[in-house]
Structures are given as structure tokens and as C-alpha cells.
């Protein structure tokens, strides 16, 4: 029988995207109940990941939440603004400055304040500006120890908020910490929290040249650590955040496969940046092209396809895949 | 109603791969006989594409065509040997050597003259070993004379023989001269032959960051001069060679699109290296995609395709896609 | 006897640099004059390049080439503003719309006023976003003719006034039309006005796996066509646009080679966004970067370095690198 | 005081080198005579890497370190044969097939005797075969618990040899389990034996878009393992295996710095393929390029490179490799 797949979209997929170029954005300024109004009418999409600080506060996160409720969503998940302004762009959790350190160790217990308030759960850290750009620009080994440090003292915060670290190899920064999958569950290793674990985006991972399917493998094979994932797709060598399955479908099967094999039970949420589609036309397609894929593979049959990775074949894992896809 | 595709193979897709590790090759060697064996039994398949001086020479060209009639085939193209002696290691129509450059002219002569013999009449100059490594290393500017002149000379040898140039952007030189669509639509315009074209290689074109669509646009723009088409694909950043639609399924129904449009009448010719498969169902595998994904088109109906493209919206063109592949 | 160069930078060098993240900026606002005044104390500084429509239009003209002449500068070239608003999203030149292409050729238009008016004689055209994202979102064909014909318009317009078309291979589109130094070229042939011609941006020859030189050669080769020059660099797989030679030393060497060889005598363009870093302080490092390669070129000779090329021999160039690099 | 760097080379680097183009190779065989006779005239060369099986058995092994010494060399490392024959087409550790993944294991472990006979007490394990290339074609736990128990079986095997596992993200598989630096210390730590480290290639830190000094400085984080170093270069995309520093100056002297830094103490070990090139010139240019960025490191001091390192201004960090470079 076919899985349920719980959809969640970022706040922002619904808003105005803007790039370095089109700084005011290439649509028009949204108001948080226009993007709320257009995510309701996603068939399917039941959650909405906000950033703090941006999207609720402390002083309105009972409001957000139930003006969430009242467009038929619940928020699925709290991104902790680490990454949006001037403050953090010497790192957050690794900047050389004490004070900023702490603040942004600040910013993601609030986030994780917000997501035991709003009852999601679950934060969603991305450090994205803690990296380098230059080469002597940085001490890897101790920037290494400030994000273990960071990290352990927001899982004592909340034990029963989970904190689920996004990792990217580039950009903002010409390189991130954080940067693949294997840095990654290196990461939540050592922090050793039973809370702390790994949000796997798509995109992150094919920019670092790495298969979904095995990334969501590692991760279930090191203490099945996948606590959250970022639906997108890229041509592979930049973060391009376009409509999931836009690019690479075999690929997206596999990963999909993989996520019910090692019983991922988390939201598959959006996190594109439809620059120039419509937000809510561009969330349709991406939940679609995922619940598509998804039937797909219980028609391939998990048995079936359990046989076929037993076997190592390549003409006949394309052969199954091309019948199921083509008939 | 549904064109009538031509497919054909390279005749060492169904020998033995090797790579720089495994010199002997994956599998054990196999005779011209063997290979044509295995061909024989690949669906659909009609054509054999040659490597002049390999697989025929002037002596046995009649008894090679004669014997690929019996297999019931045909020889679809020939490839002059310009890329797998150590002869040719710093070049072949560019290289400093005058006699190694003649030689080499000499070479895709005798291939054209092979290529009338045989009745394909068309031969296939892929210029890999021309190019440079290192800084410092290479005259672009003389490099792109001498390239010119050669083509030049052969383009007169056999005026009613096709040669199709196929470009590369890299491998086994880290930068080859005439690596992309648009320096390969440069050289031939500049030779201003009517019997010189261009080949596209789906995976050449992948690893410079081509959508393969838009290359046979522009060759179709510059003069209708897409002679020959070499099918594979890859993960975008080397020629791995793979069966193709393994990867990119999206871009390679744009692609089949576009040959469609653009009047394409060649041959559709499977250039892979199944190191690790059998090269008969690997060849199977990608006829079938190849057939799967034009039916495909055929379904969506070139007048709402033409429709999605004129509208331009990512959105229309990714529920069209979605619904005729999953439904 | 070494070649004076002309160093140039782009007036937002010295202003705030905003990405997709933090789109206030890294840095607070800074006024023109602030900018200027900036630029002003960068050694060897002698001009600045000028966005049209942003830093100077129609009617402020000459009192900004008053005010830019008074902090010791002079302009030296005017870029359309056709890639910072919304109205240019679905493209410029190549826009579906009409009204849209035709406003952006008078965008341009209006900028070559502005570069006669100033006198600087150059418009530095980028069609970042002419360009598609998704599969069957674009008409290939159709938007060459469109670009062919807004530039052969624009050419018109001021025959004395220079237009050096910017190629990138993506960003701010997944993929641009004009994306390498071969397509620029066909473009500026099939324009075939003696006022068009190409410029170069280093860090887009690099993401476009292009070695800088062979593109500076390619330009030369067909018509002398390199007007302009735009200095940064990159990692290679995005247009990073940091410090020139903070990355690539070698193939920085090999270009200014080039570029005196091929008798450039053009600008040295400082494109670089110092996100993070001091934007007078970046300047001063890039400008003494290229001061001291092209002494060092000064050094090794000119006649011993046509030697190395001569021979092909990457030891014999990584020998005199190395000995006039490291002595 | 400069530290004394140990030099060694893979033999092969004098042999001749060949591609999947030219299987015969670019030059004529050598015997191993002829390579140890270009060996001994590089100058600084102290150790050869052999690679096990091919350069020398148990049968050998003495005769073979006795011609080496009597080459003025010594043995430096044995590289375990686990990528040259079709035998492990399939993977070695991770071989679906137990016979396989046994003999590879004892492949392993007769290379440990060997590194044990010779003196060097060090083998070189490269899984490159222990991958996948397609979708649906792995199973990414079991092949990490193979290569776990593997790891472990031979890590008994001679306690007091090392065994330093050299981690690729692609080539010859499209994809390699142990592909990343993150992966590899994953991988030795879960082994958690004091005898396996890592070895740090530079073309394959380049090749996964890593920061060579980085991944050097985590190495040292995760319990001072990096154990072995290959030095080379590429263009970032693909291991050319060119001379090293020819293409990446800055980010050498970065890693040079930092093997210092780190207390690094192992051998600077060439691994390069000279297709086209002498290999003894460029075995002699790889080690004149690396001996003079290590001296300019001298020079510009190591307490003001930790200064500027403190600092993190790229503006300081350029302004002192500039000095130093352009003096």
C-alpha cells in the first residue's frame, strides 16, 4: 500500500523571488496571508516551514499559528534566520566574534522556542554563511569546534525539539563547513545528541555531486539521522532551486525508493525559488511530479526493485525503470 | 504519424571497454565477427558505425561491408583514426609536425574513401588529441588555422561524402580546440563547405554545459548542418558514456523534440561504453529508451508542444511532460 | 618596454554588495560620492564604468562626468541596465513581448548616447537575462533572430560608438543565449558591424570551462573583435567574481600574455563584488595582482615565452613559471 | 627553520601512461629498470610507491628493494592492486560476489607483508572500483559494512602497519563510496583502528570541489589521520593528474601551509599521469614547484600567516601572497 507523503512548502516559495541581480524581486511584494492564500490552494500541501524572526516571533507565534490553521496548514517546521542579514556574513555559529556566536546560538534556541510553541517540532539551522570565501581566510579546525559547541548547547535547550542541520557545499560562501553528507553525519556525531540530525536538499546534494539515494542511505546507516527534507532540483552545479523533477527524474525515483527503504517518516517540503513561475502554479507541479513518482514506484514493486539492486545490473534496473515509465 | 528513427552503434559498443586503469578491458576481446553477432541481435538496430584503419581498410572494405550485410546490417559512418595512436598524442590536423598534420589529412581522406566504397557516405573526424593541458602550451590562433586548412582539404577530396565534426570540450586533452557548439558551428562556417557538418554527442555536449536542444537549434540556424548525432548521456561533468536516458530523461525528450523540428534525417548512433554491462542490452536498453521517449512526443502532439514552447511558461511545460510520463 | 595598462572598475565595486540571501547587502549603502570618493584612492585607478539608467542618465550626464573628473577619474564605459528589474525577467532583446525588446534596444540605444555624450565610446551590453531555465521553455531559433536583430538596430544607432557584447554561459537564467566565446562570435559576425564586438569577463570564461587566452585568441582571430575586458575571478564552477589571480595565478599569467600579444589596448576592468570584504581594499589588491603579472611577464620576455609556445612542452612552461614565479 | 619535505613518486609516473584512447600508451613501454634509471636523476627523490603485484611480489620483494636502493631510491609505499584488472570491475571490499571481496582483502593484506619486508610499513588502498554508476545499482548500506569489516580484517592484520585509505568521488565508477574527505574519516573512525588513516589526494580534493588545506585540517581534527599525501592537479572537474601547481598556486601554498601546520610528517608522494610529457622533467618540475612554495611559506613567516589566518580579511591574506609571489 502506498505511503502517505506529507507535503510542506517554505513560506517564501509563495512570495516575491528575488537574485543578486533583481534585488526588488521579479514579481511583485506579497503579504504573508496573499503567499498563505495561494499556499492553500496547493492540493495536497498540509505544511508551511517559516523562518523566525521573519515570518513569527515570540510575541506572534500564536497568532501565525492560528492563522496558519485557518488557511487548512499547520507550520511544519522553524528555519532559525541565520543567514539573511549583514549580522551573520562572517559566519553565525562560527564567527570570529564571541557576542555574534551567541547570538546566533540565540537565534536558533528561539527558533526552536517557536517550534515547541507552534508544535512542529523541528528547526531547520542552515549555515550558510559560516564558511570562506578565500583561501587563508579561515581556521577550519576551529570553526569546526564552534559548530560542535553551538550545536551541543541548543540540543540541550530543547531535548525534545529536533534540530535538523541543512548542509550545502557552496553558496553564499564559495565553501560551506558544512558541505556534504559525510560532513554532515561527521557533525551530528560528534555533537551527539539523540535531537540533532540532518535536513537532506536535493539540490545541496546534487551540487555536491552526490546521489540522493545514497546521501538518505548514510544517513539512515549512521543512527537514521534524516530528520527532515528540501524538495528542488539543478543542473548540478549551482543551487538553481527549481520545481522537484524538473531536471532529474531516474534519479528522483531512486531517492524517493530510498526514502520509504529506510522509513523516512518526516515532511517532504518545497524549497524552490520560482523566480519567474508563479509560487503556487510551480508548488503544484513539484507535488505532483513527486506523488506521480511516488505511485510509480509502487507499481515497479519494492520487491521487484529490492531484486534488481540485488543484481548490480544496469540494463536492468534501466529496463524496469523504462517500462514502468513508458508503457 | 511517428517518424521513422535510424539507429545505429558504434561497433565497439559490443567490444570489450577499457579505461586508463583496466587496460585490458572489462570483459575479454572480442572478434569483429562476435561483435557483429551480438549487434545482429539488437532490435532495430540497422546501421554499423566504423573506425577507418580498425574494423576496415581499403584492402578489406568490400569484404567488411559484405560481411555486415550479412549480419544483416549496414555500415552507417566512418570514423578516421585520429585519437587512439600515440601518433597523434600532441595533435593530429594541428599538430606542430607537417608530416603528422598531412597524416592525418591523409587519414580522413582515406576514411571518406571508405565511405563511398561502403555507400555511407559520411565520415565522422572527432579532433580529441587536438588541443592542449597546460598553459603556455599552444597557439590557439595557429592551431585554428591549421584546423581550417585541413578540413578544407579534405571537405574538397570527396566533395559528395559528409564529414561531420564532432566537438568535445575536453577529454583525452583537457582543452580541446573545437569543444562546443559554438566553436564547432565557427570552424565549419569558416571552411564553407556544403559537405561539412557537424556531429552532435549528447554527452560532449552535457559536459559543456549545452542543453542539447538548443545545440541542434543553432546548427539547424547556421545552415541545417547537423549531419550525425551520437547518443549517451552522463552526470554533466565528464563523457562517462552511459546508455542514454540513464540520466536525463527531460533533456533528452527536448531533445528528440527538437531533431524532430529541426528536420533531423540522420542516423540516431549509440556511442557508449558499457564497461561493466553487456554491450548487447545496454544497445537494447538505449534504442528502447530512444523509441520509448519519441512515442512519447508523438502522444503530446507536436502542436500543443509548439503551443508550451510559445507560452514559455515552466510550469505548463512541466505538467505537459508530467502528465504524458506518469499517467 | 612594459605596456601601460588602463585600469577601470565598475562603480558598484565600491558599494554594497547584496546576494539572494541578504538582500539589504553585506555592507551599508553608500552614496555615488562615497563611491567615488573611494575609488578615488585606488593607486593606478583611472576610470569607472557606469550603469545607465542607475548612475547617470540623459539629463544628470554631464554633471556626473563633471563629478567623476573631479575625483581624478574618468568614465570609461556605460552598461545598459538590461538584468536589475522585473520588466526584464522573461528577457530583453529576446523578449516574447514586443514592446519589451523594443524597450531594451532603446535601453541600449540611450546608453550609447550616454557613452558619446561622456565620451568613454563604449556600451558594455549583458543579456544575463536572455536566457530559459526549464526544457521546452524557449525557442532557440527565435531568439538568435531577436538578438541578432536588436544588436544590428542598436549598431546603427551611433556607428562610432562601440558595443562589446558580455557572454555568460548561466546566471541570473539556468542558461543564457549568448553563453561562450564561440557564440559571441557567431553573433557578432552574423551582426557584421564593425562596432560590435565582444567582452570578455574572466570569470565567465571560467565557468564556462574556457581558458581565458584561447578566448582572448578566438577573438582576435576572427576580426580583432575583443573591446572590452572584465577582471575578477572564480572557482571555476560559478561567476564567484572575487579578487583577479586570488584563485587562478597561472592562467591569469597566460591571459595578459594574450592580451598584449593580440594588441589589446582596451580597458582592464575591475567586475568584482566584494560581498565582504572592503570594496576600496579589493580594488587596490586586484589592480597590483595584474600590475605585478604583467611585470613578471615584462620579466620572463616575450621572445622567450613565444619560444616555449614554439615547442608545446608543458615542463619547459612550467620551468620558466616556476623560476620567474618563485625566484 | 624550513622543514625537509621527503619526496617519492609512484613509479608509474616514469612509465608510460595511457587513457582509454591510446591503450598502448603515449610513449613506448619502459621496463622497471628504465623508470628507476629516470627516478634516481630527479633530484630531492627519495622513495618510489610500487604497487603491489605488479612492481613487486613476496616472491620479489627483496630483490626488488635491493634494485631500488641500488637506484639510490627507497620503497615509500605499496599501493594494493585493486583497480587494474576486470576481476574487481564490480568493486573489491564492497564485491557482491564473498570470493571477490576475500581476495581483495588479501590483496590488501599481502601488500601490508610487503610494506613490512621493504621497510616502508605503509599501504595505499584506493577502492575506485568500489562504486556505482547507474541508479537502482547499489546497495549503499551493505557496500559501507563490506568495506567496514574489510577495513577491519586488515587493520589486524599487521597492527603496526598503516594503511592509509585514498578517497575519489568518481573514476573509474561514476560514483565512489569513499568519495569525499567527510566519507573517508567517516569510514576510518567507524574501523576505529590506530593503523588506518587517510590519504589525501590533491585532484581528488580538487575533483569534489574541496579545499585541499581544509580537508587536511580535518584530518587532523578527526585524530591526526591523514597518513599519506598524493600531490598533483587539475582544472577542478576531473583528475587531469597534471604536475602539481601547475594549476592551482594559491590554494598549494595554502595546503603546504597547512601540512606544516597540522604536524604533518608523512611522504609528498607524485601521482601523476605525464601522458605527453618526460616524466622525469615533470616528476623534477612537481618537486621544484612544491620545494619553492614551501621555501616562499619560510619567507613570509608562519606567525604572520597565522596573523592574517586570525584576521580572516581576504584583502590582508591577497596582500601578502601577492608580496611574496610578485617580489
Known amino acids: 500500500m502506498p505511503k502517505k507523503i506529507k507535503f510542506s512548502a517554505i513560506a517564501v516559495v509563495f512570495g516575491s523571488c528575488a537574485d543578486r541581480y533583481v534585488l526588488e524581486g521579479y514579481s511583485p511584494k506579497k503579504s504573508f496571508d496573499e503567499m498563505m492564500e495561494a499556499a492553500k490552494k496547493v492540493p495536497s500541501l498540509e505544511g508551511i516551514e ?72 523541528i528547526v531547520v539551522p542552515w549555515f550558510g554563511q559560516d564558511g570562506y570565501d578565500y583561501s587563508f581566510q579561515s581556521d577550519y579546525i576551529q570553526a569546526w569546534d564552534f559548530m560542535v559547541e553551538g550545536l551541543f548547547e541548543c540540543a540541550n535547550h530543547l531535548p525534545d525539539v529536533k534540530i535538523a542541520v541543512e548542509y550545502k557545499i557552496k553558496e553564499p560562501r564559495t565553501h560551506c563547513f558544512i558541505g556534504t553528507i559525510g560532513k554532515a553525519i561527521l557533525l551530528i556525531k560528534e555533537v551527539g545528541k539523540d535531537n540533532v540530525g540532518i535536513t537532506l536538499d536535493i539540490g545541496h546534494a546534487l551540487e555536491g ?51 520509504n527503504k529506510t522509513g523516512y517518516d518526516g515532511w517532504y517540503s518545497l524549497d524552490i525559488f520560482p523566480y519567474r513561475e508563479d509560487g503556487k502554479k510551480a508548488a503544484i507541479e513539484g507535488i505532483e511530479w513527486i506523488k506521480g513518482l511516488s505511485d510509480l514506484i509502487d507499481k515497479m514493486g519494492e520487491k521487484e526493485i529490492e531484486r534488481i539492486i540485488k543484481q548490480g545490473d544496469a540494463t536492468q534496473a534501466s529496463a524496469l525503470l523504462r517500462k514502468f515509465l513508458l508503457s
Not at 555574534?100 to 536558533?108: K, L
Not at 544517513?219 to 548540478?236: E, P, V
Open 209 to 259: 555531486y552526490e546521489n540522493m539515494a545514497e546521501s538518505v542511505a548514510l544517513a539512515k546507516r549512521f543512527g537514521n539521522k534524516l530528520f527532515h527534507l528540501h524538495l528542488n532540483d539543478n543542473y548540478r552545479l549551482w543551487d538553481d532551486d527549481m520545481i522537484p523533477a524538473s531536471v532529474h527524474t531516474i534519479e528522483m525515483i531512486e531517492l524517493l525508493f530510498w526514502l
Open 50 to 121: 517559516l523562518v523566525g524572526g521573519w515570518h513569527l516571533t515570540a510575541k506572534n507565534a500564536k497568532e501565525i499559528v492560528k492563522k496558519v490553521e485557518d488557511y487548512g496548514l499547520c507550520v511544519s517546521a522553524i528555519i532559525p534566520e541565520l543567514w539573511s542579514s549583514a549580522k551573520w556574513g562572517q559566519g553565525s555559529f562560527t564567527s570570529r566574534d564571541k557576542k555574534i556566536r551567541q547570538d546566533a546560538i540565540d537565534e536558533v534556541k528561539r527558533a526552536m522556542d517557536l517550534a515547541k510553541e507552534t508544535g512542529c517540532g
